[in-house]
DNA sequence: GCCGTAGTTG
DNA sequence: CAACTACGGC
């Protein structure tokens, strides 16, 4: 089973980038962010038309996030974090797929770093811990996968120096990261490629793409229960090269389900 | 040889449409208006990429007008109407190519009639027919071309009535038409197609151009030197009709130059 | 740079 | 309906 996310920057915009992947990579699953686009405009017919069942909560302006499933029935959990549910903003999906429980979220940005927005990511990271929290004690297959909006270490950067006032590498939250790995949970990518410099985000200013001037934003973390049944990963990195790309790449691994 | 005009409405927002139509039609001269982008915003690189030279001469915000060539050298000669010349928008063109001198125009719209936009309109009529005169007098072999936002007659326009108040009809702006035809000037496209409905613009609205609820504003003159080698022309209408499309079509005529 | 939003123009 | 100006967000 091959399970994805992208953070697409838009959905509407980004519709045929989107279908051009989809096609290629054919993965079962795919986690989207950043829909950008209000529950009543996303672009269910092309989704189902590319063979793919979708759940979605959107937003009018910003966020959005979703689930596709090509050929696996999806039954949703929640759609937004337990215990935050005031939160307007959409960012938590969780759903349960083949007896797993994908939980897809796009955490805040947090800059500028100090801030009332820096403030609220660690509130919703806090949010955030618990939920992950009560899935590793209850045992369950379970998948972490979303844009983190954390860049893990300092490998994961292309000059963490100038990344020192940024909301995305504050020590606070890369130790919320660290914390998730300790508490069980298993960063698929960065197991599979422990040495190698992987990016998934390039911004699309000074050619940051050209230059490899990257960071890692977007994981896949698995619960105990399924770190066993981890084959292979990859970042999709070509995708952030064609044109009227997101800014992100998508990322995904295969799990061996039996 | 084959001379175009077309009104982009938007030169980078019309780009696709505009190289598709580019590849489809192979017009050797091209008068494109409302290019909608200052100087340093013309797409330069796709334009020579298909193949063509360009003159223009690009405004902020709205007009600006372009010239492009495939394989006839150009040799500008005004970038203004001349006794215009501190006229601050972008609406004339004049070049030498093949021996022929070609007036790339967008006239002032002039709406709402009356007003000072229509003021302006029938002072840059005044300042048009003089260089017109000029170019009559001094038995050049020449070409007026582009959106003249003027509706010759009652044959040229849906329906009539619904323009009696619309600067792109009024007596005095028709008039200054059809003196330019006594003066020796030769509708290429009414002279090819004495009695057909001919459009060149549809709005946007309404569904205009499913209704071929349309009028006919742009136009090709050729002084009378140039009148014995016109051989072919027309209106690409179904340009109109394709996605992201311009709300006027390109008009070309073919010259026999031997 | 490239998303979205709203308001203005034709 | 589809250009434009702006602005906010990342």
Known sequence: MKIATYNVNGINSRLPVLLKWLQNAEP????????????????????????????????????????????????????????????????????????????CLYLPNGNPYPGPKFDYKMEWIKHFKKRTKQLIDMDLPAILIGDFNIIPTEKDVYKPERWKDDALFQPEVRKAYSQLLKNGWTDAIRTLFPEETIYTFWDYLYKAYDRNAGIRLDHILLSPYLRSQLMRGGVDKEVRGWPKSSDHAPVWVELDRK
């Open 28 to 103: 079962d699953i795919v986690c989207l962010q950043e829909l950008k686009a209000p529950q009543e405009k996303f672009p269910i017919d092309e989704i189902n038309k590319a063979g793919y069942e979708a759940i979605w909560h959107g937003q009018k302006q910003w966020n959005g996030i979703a689930i596709l499933s090509k050929g696996f029935e999806m039954t949703e959990v929640q759609r937004s974090l337990p215990g935050n549910e005031d939160d307007n903003q959409s960012r938590y999906l969780e759903v349960i797929i083949d007896q797993i429980v994908i939980c």
